[in-house]
């Protein structure tokens, strides 16, 4: 690129001249916004839309200084850049160890209270190593698992053969040539837990004719067991819960916890051994407790090879937007540096907070996409005022003239993007806080990097362009056809064109298209009729949407598509959809249990816990104790007796020693099981046992591993509710600051809500529940709904037009184009992620692709129209 030190004026003259006529309109200013609101306006909205226009003016000075100094030392604003990026993209050396994948950590609340009730059980009743209970784990635990299921019957002699077969190879099966299951296994009295199913045929296929199982709890001798955990899609014959047939066997194998290291490795060994399990009369399924974590982390690779892909795409489409027929005049740099400006931005914000030490979360990995789109969008802003400013002029003008126009508006989107997503930060999510935080500042970087080093992009183009000289070869080029030349080089050699008339770069023809055509018809009477009819259509599906809306974020959503969970959850679904968890409720106080008193206060309780539609029994040890009594004619009203003999009972069914705490002859605290099934939500489950346990004047607590999970139910709606709520009031704050009329500030939050309503709206009839997933969208959404609504409002207030009409048309004629190209833009930088086998990522792309949608339709047709409702709609003072 040439040098224009000859056509600038030099930096002294810059401050001599447009400093002190600056100064003396600031001092104007100043006198005008102390003397005007008293002279002209009376009321409180006419002196706030003056006040608001003297700091956008103010603003405006401010960023037309900034950039005729980057248009003077253009080098200064391209290195420093490049050189701050690298320093703070060094962060990424520290990539491996701040990444934080553990799904409880990061989608389950911080403050849930089932993690306080966890910590109560762990407290209370310390699990014991030598008699493995699952039924009384506080958490998901250690195991293996896989279902065996068949499209007939499995309690065959041939199929159940083949469950033995499996059974026998899992149990055998030599990790690392140094142990087996029987070395890691979870065990009771010395032995490793076993299948009840298993047990009940003696590991014999040949039984199968010889036992009569019963369902849902098979009995023998003083022995019962839970058959409802072992047999699926069970077909009992009429009037008798005798088991005719079943189509699916669950197996499993819990392990120790002591030694991780090595009960993973044997978990891994399983995975390998079971997926090369096949037979001709059995299907299985598998997965370990593990086995959600490992699949969870590989989906950030899913997504790597994507990357390259989707830069391809935006470069491509970048090219085809800024391309001009003209050599001289084609933006294709600009844009090239827009990529790179926005890439910059990323590994700075990324870098930054790698180096603080932020917890890296997989759900981090979309944001370049989210990213990409947003600086693009400043970038064609940036492009279309740098278009509409004079070509004669000075390049250091130039820019002055590009930022006085573009800075306010892609300011205004970079603080609602930012601040939205910093007010995200403030949920109990550690995915979402993860996310909101490393977006947050790389938008931030994205900003600056556009307003010094994509500004010193253009301002080292318009020397070439000032220059005449060709776009790639930097060739000084004639600007008409010299003659004697063929029109080939006219089209590779010729070019520096310009309008005579208004000495600006000729207009694009969809610039012409909005100003000719959309424009006119946008503001005819009929077709402002229509597009509240169609406003009111889309507000209505939205609504119904809204309604539909289910909340919780289903664990099998985090493993990949193709993953050997999505089969084994498939499963459970389908042959054990009846049974739900064992619940454990807690009595967190002394209770004198021999009494009467105490008794039914107690069973009442439990008969309020039965009579809700979604449990099915009760196992405790009291009401089991009570059995043993009448049985054996023990009396058991007085304390020494009731203590005594407890200590029997207990010898005689020590695994119910675990369910109680002792202190010294009095009970402080025990607990009992209830069976739930899946008759209804999980959540309503869980709020459900929590509200009959408040009711009950005894003091209860309910607390099942899964419930960890479940609190995300309680919080999620409320949360994101109180989030977008916060965050549209702050960018009404902003708009009224920036936006020089308050009206039109109102209008752009208007379009925030309706967007917001719109995307939530569409995402539930699209298929996606509120989880926290969906959350960092809908907060994400917040900040790009206001995009394209600001640009177009701003452009509104901003016009000189005197009608209201011919305001929206010039609005539209000047941002229109450029709001569709960063809308593609966008698009394009998030569709390749529907292509994802990641759930997560393909909710990203949804969401996003709805707020664009939205977003576009809003301030290309909503807003402008709307806007003309009120001529008073222009600029106070």
């Given at each position: 690129m040439g040098s224009s030190s000859s056509m600038e004026p030099s930096m002294s003259s810059f401050t001599n001249g447009t400093h002190s006529s600056l100064n003396s309109e600031l001092e104007d200013e100043e006198l005008a916004c102390s003397m005007e609101p008293i002279v002209r306006y009376n009321s409180y909205m006419h002196f706030n839309g003056h006040l608001n226009d003297c700091i956008e003016r103010r603003l405006c000075m401010f960023f037309e200084m900034m950039g005729h100094f980057i248009g003077s030392h253009p080098w200064w604003f391209l290195i420093v850049p490049l050189v701050l990026s690298a320093s703070l993209g060094s962060g990424f050396i520290f990539l491996q160890d701040r990444i934080s994948n553990n799904i409880e950590e990061e989608f389950t609340p911080f403050n849930g209270q089932a993690k306080m009730e966890r910590k109560y059980i762990?407290?209370?009743?310390?699990?014991?190593?030598?008699?493995?209970?699952?039924?009384?784990?506080?958490?998901?635990?250690?195991?293996?698992?896989?279902?065996?299921?068949?499209?007939?019957?499995?309690?065959?002699?041939?199929?159940?053969?083949?469950?033995?077969?499996?059974?026998?190879?899992?149990?055998n099966m030599l990790v690392n040539q140094s142990f087996k299951y029987s070395d890691v296994c979870a065990k009771v009295r010395g032995s490793c837990i076993s299948n009840d199913i298993l047990e009940i045929f003696d590991y014999n296929a040949t039984h199968i004719g010889k036992v009569i199982l019963t369902f849902p709890w098979y009995h023998s001798g003083l022995s019962r067991f839970p058959l409802y955990l072992s047999l699926g899609s069970v077909t009992l014959y009429e009037g008798t819960s005798v088991v005719r047939s079943a189509k699916a066997i669950q197996l499993y194998y819990h392990l120790r916890e002591d030694d991780k290291t090595k009960t993973d490795l044997w978990l891994e060994s399983f995975i390998n051994l079971v997926s090369k399990a096949s037979s001709a009369s059995i299907q299985v399924s598998y997965s370990t407790s593990?086995?959600?974590?490992?699949?969870?982390?590989?989906?950030?690779?899913?997504?790597i090879y994507l990357f390259s892909i989707t830069y391809a795409i935006v470069i491509t489409f970048l090219i085809m937007s800024c391309w001009r027929l003209d050599n001289v005049r084609t933006k294709v740099w600009v844009a090239s540096c827009g990529v790179l400006s926005t890439g910059l931005g990323v590994l700075s914000g990324f870098g930054a907070m790698l180096l603080v030490g932020q917890p890296f979360v997989m759900t981090v990995a979309s944001c370049p996409f989210m990213i990409l789109g947003i600086g693009?969008?400043?970038?064609?802003?940036?492009?279309?005022?740098?278009?509409?400013?004079?070509?004669?002029?000075?390049?250091?003008?130039?820019?002055?003239?590009?930022?006085?126009?573009?800075?306010?508006?892609?300011?205004?989107?970079?603080?609602?993007?930012?601040?939205?997503?910093?007010?995200?930060?403030?949920?109990?999510?550690?995915?979402?806080?993860s996310f909101c935080l490393y977006a947050g500042v790389s938008i931030c970087f994205c900003y600056l990097y556009c307003i010094t080093?994509?500004?010193?992009?253009?301002?080292?183009?318009?020397?070439?362009?000032?220059?005449?000289?060709?776009?790639?070869?930097?060739?000084?080029?004639?600007?008409?056809?010299?003659s004697g030349n063929s029109k080939g080089f006219s089209m590779c050699c010729v070019g520096g064109r310009y309008d005579r008339m208004t000495e600006k770069e000729e207009t694009e023809p969809m610039s012409h298209f909005f100003e000719k055509f959309y424009g006119p018809f946008l503001t005819h009477k009929i077709t402002k009729v229509c597009v509240f009819l169609i406003y009111a259509g889309y507000l209505a599906v939205s609504i119904y949407g809204c309604v539909m809306l289910k909340e919780g974020l289903d664990t099998k959503n985090l493993a990949l598509d193709d993953s050997y969970l999505i089969n084994y959850y498939d499963s459970q679904r389908q042959?054990?959809?009846?049974?739900?968890?064992?619940?454990?409720?807690?009595?967190?106080q002394p209770l004198l249990y021999w009494k009467e008193e105490d008794q039914n206060q107690l069973h009442s309780c439990i008969s309020n816990f039965e009579s809700l539609n979604f449990v099915n029994g009760t196992l405790a040890w009291f009401l089991m104790f009570e059995q043993y009594a009448n049985a054996t004619n023990t009396n058991i009203s007085s304390q020494t007796a009731f203590l005594t003999n407890l200590q029997r009972f207990l010898n005689f069914s020590p695994m119910f020693k675990q369910d109680i705490n002792f202190a010294g002859n009095e009970i402080q605290a025990s607990r009992f099981f209830i069976q739930t099934l899946m008759n209804t939500d999980e959540g309503?489950?869980?709020?459900?046992?929590?509200?009959?346990?408040?009711?009950?004047?005894?003091?209860?607590?309910?607390?099942?591993?899964?419930?960890?999970?479940?609190?995300?139910?309680?919080?999620?709606?409320?949360?994101?509710?109180?989030?977008?709520?916060?965050?549209?009031?702050?960018?009404?704050?902003?708009?009224?600051?920036?936006?020089?009329?308050?009206?039109?500030?109102?209008?752009?939050?208007?379009?925030?809500?309706?967007?917001?309503?719109?995307?939530?709206?569409?995402?539930?009839?699209?298929?996606?529940?509120?989880?926290?997933?969906?959350?960092?969208?809908?907060?994400?959404?917040?900040?790009?709904?206001?995009?394209?609504?600001?640009?177009?409002?701003?452009?509104?207030?901003?016009?000189?037009?005197?009608?209201?009409?011919?305001?929206?048309?010039?609005?539209?004629?000047?941002?229109?184009?450029?709001?569709?190209?960063?809308?593609?833009?966008?698009?394009?930088?998030?569709?390749?992620?529907?292509?994802?086998?990641?759930?997560?990522?393909?909710?990203?792309?949804?969401?996003?692709?709805?707020?664009?949608?939205?977003?576009?339709?809003?301030?290309?047709?909503?807003?402008?129209?709307?806007?003309?409702?009120?001529?008073?709609?222009?600029?106070?003072?």
């Open positions: 762990q407290e209370t009743f310390p699990g014991n190593d030598s008699m493995f209970s699952y039924l009384r784990l506080s958490t998901d635990g250690n195991f293996a698992s896989f279902i065996a299921a068949s499209d007939r019957n499995v309690l065959t002699v041939e199929s159940f053969q083949d469950i033995l077969d499996l059974d026998f190879k899992v149990r593990m086995s959600m974590q490992w699949e969870f982390e590989k989906s950030p690779d899913s997504v693009l969008d400043d970038m064609f802003i940036m492009v279309s005022c740098w278009q509409r400013t004079r070509v004669l002029d000075s390049v250091p003008d130039r820019l002055a003239d590009t930022y006085k126009e573009a800075a306010i508006s892609i300011t205004i989107t970079t603080l609602t993007d930012a601040l939205a997503l910093f007010l995200g930060y403030n949920t109990p999510f550690g995915s979402v806080q080093f994509l500004g010193a992009c253009m301002a080292l183009n318009g020397q070439r362009e000032a220059g005449n000289r060709h776009w790639f070869t930097c060739a000084k080029i004639p600007e008409d056809l010299p042959h054990f959809s009846e049974y739900s968890s064992n619940v454990m409720v807690a009595v967190t309503d489950m869980m709020t459900g046992l929590r509200k009959t346990a408040e009711d009950c004047p005894i003091n209860l607590l309910v607390y099942h591993p899964s419930f960890i999970y479940f609190d995300q139910y309680t919080v999620i709606a409320d949360n994101t509710i109180q989030t977008m709520l916060v965050a549209v009031a702050v960018m009404l704050v902003i708009s009224l600051l920036l936006i020089p009329n308050p009206l039109c500030s109102i209008w752009v939050c208007f379009a925030i809500s309706s967007v917001i309503v719109g995307v939530t709206g569409f995402m539930v009839l699209w298929g996606v529940n509120l989880d926290s997933i969906s959350m960092i969208n809908l907060v994400m959404c917040i900040g790009f709904s206001v995009d394209f609504s600001a640009h177009i409002s701003y452009a509104f207030v901003s016009s000189q037009k005197s009608d209201v009409n011919e305001k929206a048309i010039d609005a539209l004629a000047n941002l229109g184009y450029p709001v569709v190209q960063g809308a593609l833009s966008t698009i394009l930088g998030v569709v390749v992620l529907s292509m994802s086998g990641s759930y997560i990522f393909r909710t990203f792309f949804k969401i996003v692709f709805l707020v664009i949608t939205f977003g576009l339709l809003h301030g290309l047709m909503f807003i402008p129209v709307f806007l003309t409702l009120f001529g008073i709609c222009g600029k106070w003072c």
